[in-house]
């Protein structure tokens, strides 16, 4: 079915300036950007979207991180995207990534890791609101 998934391109990749080489893997695996914006989160944006890793003795690492620079949010759709998506961001430490991936080409490490993206339906559906409006979303 075609789903949307939502997909974050982290700061160590707009510091680079690679977001346009992320882009370009998303295209080339047949996912539509249909929405896109480039951000600078607030404490209250990084830690609420990522309060379900409150506890994890990362969190506060992985929240400073992404406020570290610029980020591009963005809605992708396609033919099973959120599973397609996280196979072509590859695994989340980037050492483990497989070959070809978005993290196994751009990742530096498992914190500067690149890009996010929804890990199941329920997930993109609470984190694709957090972002977008419907209106700004054009698929
Ligand atoms: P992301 O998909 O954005 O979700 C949470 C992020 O926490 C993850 O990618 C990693 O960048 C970061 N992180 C840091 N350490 C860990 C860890 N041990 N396990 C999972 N995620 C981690």
Redesign the pocket.
């Known amino acids: 079915a075609i789903q949307r998934t939502f997909s974050i391109i982290k700061p160590d990749a707009t510091k680079r300036n690679i977001t346009g080489k992320v882009n370009a893997k998303i295209e080339e695996a047949g996912l539509r950007i249909i929405a896109q914006k480039r951000i600078q989160l607030t404490k209250e944006q990084a830690g609420g979207f990522?309060a379900v890793?409150k506890e994890r003795p990362?969190y506060n690492d992985?929240v400073s991180f992404m406020m570290s620079g610029p980020v591009v949010v963005q809605v992708l759709e396609g033919e099973n995207a959120i599973a397609k998506y996280r196979e072509v961001m590859g695994a989340?430490n980037p050492s483990e990534a497989a070959a070809g991936t978005i993290r196994a080409e751009f990742a530096e490490s498992?914190?500067a890791?690149t890009v996010?993206g929804s890990d199941a339906p329920e997930t993109a559906a609470e984190e694709i609101p957090f972002f977008f409006s419907e209106d700004e979303i054009v698929g």
Request: glycine letters at 0%; aromatic letters at 22%.
């Open positions: 990522y890793h990362f992985l989340t498992i914190d890791n996010h």
